[in-house]
């Protein structure tokens, strides 16, 4: 005698079911599991968080300051960054009602999706790019719509690409320059060509601007500091890579009054404040974190300068990035996609990069290669995968 089973409803939403895990953490997980790897996978900084900001977060516990804060953060914090934003960035922002501190950049990226879009509402994904942006959007009911870049265009888009993009249900835009995975940057001029098209169809702009203290030969410049951009851009930005803080967890977003305080519903309701200690550590790097910023910029700039002329030197095309610490390098003379060339380096050559299809349209036919570690490794690594292209060559 046999029963029927009962009727299970879904348990997961259609929406995450959707949603590919990373294709980063795919190849660290195998890097892991392997001895003797060099990775080049990391998109982080190879610097320990200076011992000052250190100082300052244990101070900070040590005087018992362990509560919430507000939810927005601290209230000095955030007129230190709105002080570092001007002074670094020519860009006016209010402390008390257009900056609010985050749990990282990623989830300034979050909570601005989610505070924005309504079911359906298409967003213009500038690529490659950061692996979150797409889901990101998907997840907030959002549909990306993905443009795509060029190296022969040093991954810079135009205008009228972006136009040739736009619909009736378009309403932002996603750019991040300096960019990951390229390190492309984006002069005043090409910005400002993007900013009529903005303007023209009435669009918001999410400018992801966490490298930009990380531009090697020109300074950066902020998309809100363009005509008219402010009150569309939704600025956003962090301690992780210019401060060498990435497991502090902290960012921050500048936006129009309106838009940052329905980022703030979302952020009360879902975690309610950043973590304290860290606040106090990033307050401590605004002040006099400058300096670290220089050193490590400078540091970053010698080891791209090797980074590209050995790639030259072994046979791999790759443009000058501009800022950032990524080198994104064309593989298409090996005939081999890019998930393929990097499974086989790694598992015969013991070196960790990532497929730059994991990134988005455009991303195929290269890897994305960290420079955010010492000469030393570099330098084995290049040797590695000089072995490994004359086989594949």
């Not at 003797?36 to 516990?61: C, H, K, Q």
Request: hydrophobic share 40%.
């Amino acid at each position: 005698m046999t029963t029927s089973r009962p009727h299970v409803k879904r348990r997961l939403s259609q929406r995450i079911e959707n949603i590919q895990p990373s294709g980063i953490r795919r190849f660290f997980d195998l890097a892991s599991k392997m001895d003797n790897i060099i990775s080049l996978g990391v998109g982080e900084p190879d610097f320990v968080t200076p011992w000052n900001v250190r100082e300052a977060s244990i101070s900070s516990m040590e005087r018992g300051f362990t509560a919430y804060t507000a939810n927005a953060g601290l209230l000095e914090l955030r007129e230190e960054i709105a002080n570092y934003m001007f002074k670094r960035f020519d860009v006016a922002y209010h402390a008390e009602n257009e900056i609010l501190v985050t749990v990282g950049a990623s989830e300034a990226i979050d909570i601005g999706c989610r505070a924005i879009l309504d079911d359906g509402d298409e967003v213009i994904v500038v690529e490659p790019s950061f692996v979150s942006y797409a889901p990101l959007i998907s997840l907030a009911g959002g549909v990306p719509v993905s443009v795509g870049t060029k190296i022969e265009d040093d991954f810079k888009v135009s205008a009228k690409q972006i136009e040739s993009k736009i619909t009736e249900k378009t309403k932002a835009i996603i750019i991040s320059f300096p960019n990951n995975p390229t390190g492309a940057v984006m002069g005043k001029k090409d910005l400002e060509q993007v900013a009529k098209i903005v303007e023209k169809h009435d669009l918001l702009v999410f400018s992801d601007e966490i490298y930009a203290e990380l531009s090697y030969d020109d300074k950066h410049v902020s998309f809100a500091s363009l005509p008219n951009m402010k009150e569309r851009t939704i600025l956003i930005s962090g301690f992780s890579k210019a401060f060498a803080m990435t497991g502090w967890r902290l960012g921050f977003v500048l936006a129009p009054p309106d838009i940052l305080n329905a980022m703030l519903k979302l952020h009360q309701y879902s975690l309610m404040c950043a973590p304290t200690m860290a606040q106090y550590g990033a307050l401590e790097a605004l002040k006099s974190g400058m300096d670290d910023i220089e050193r490590m910029k400078q540091s970053y700039k010698q080891r791209r300068n090797y980074f590209i002329k050995s790639f030259a030197e072994i046979g791999l095309h790759c443009h000058t990035p501009g800022g950032a610490f990524y080198a994104f390098p064309s593989i298409a003379s090996t005939g081999l996609t890019s998930s393929e060339f990097a499974e086989k380096l790694l598992y015969e050559e013991r070196v960790a990069v990532v497929p730059g299809d994991v990134f988005g349209e455009g991303g195929e036919g290269h890897i994305r290669c960290s420079y955010a570690t010492s000469m030393e490794q570099l330098e084995e690594a290049i040797s590695r995968m000089g072995s490994f292209l004359k086989k594949y060559q």
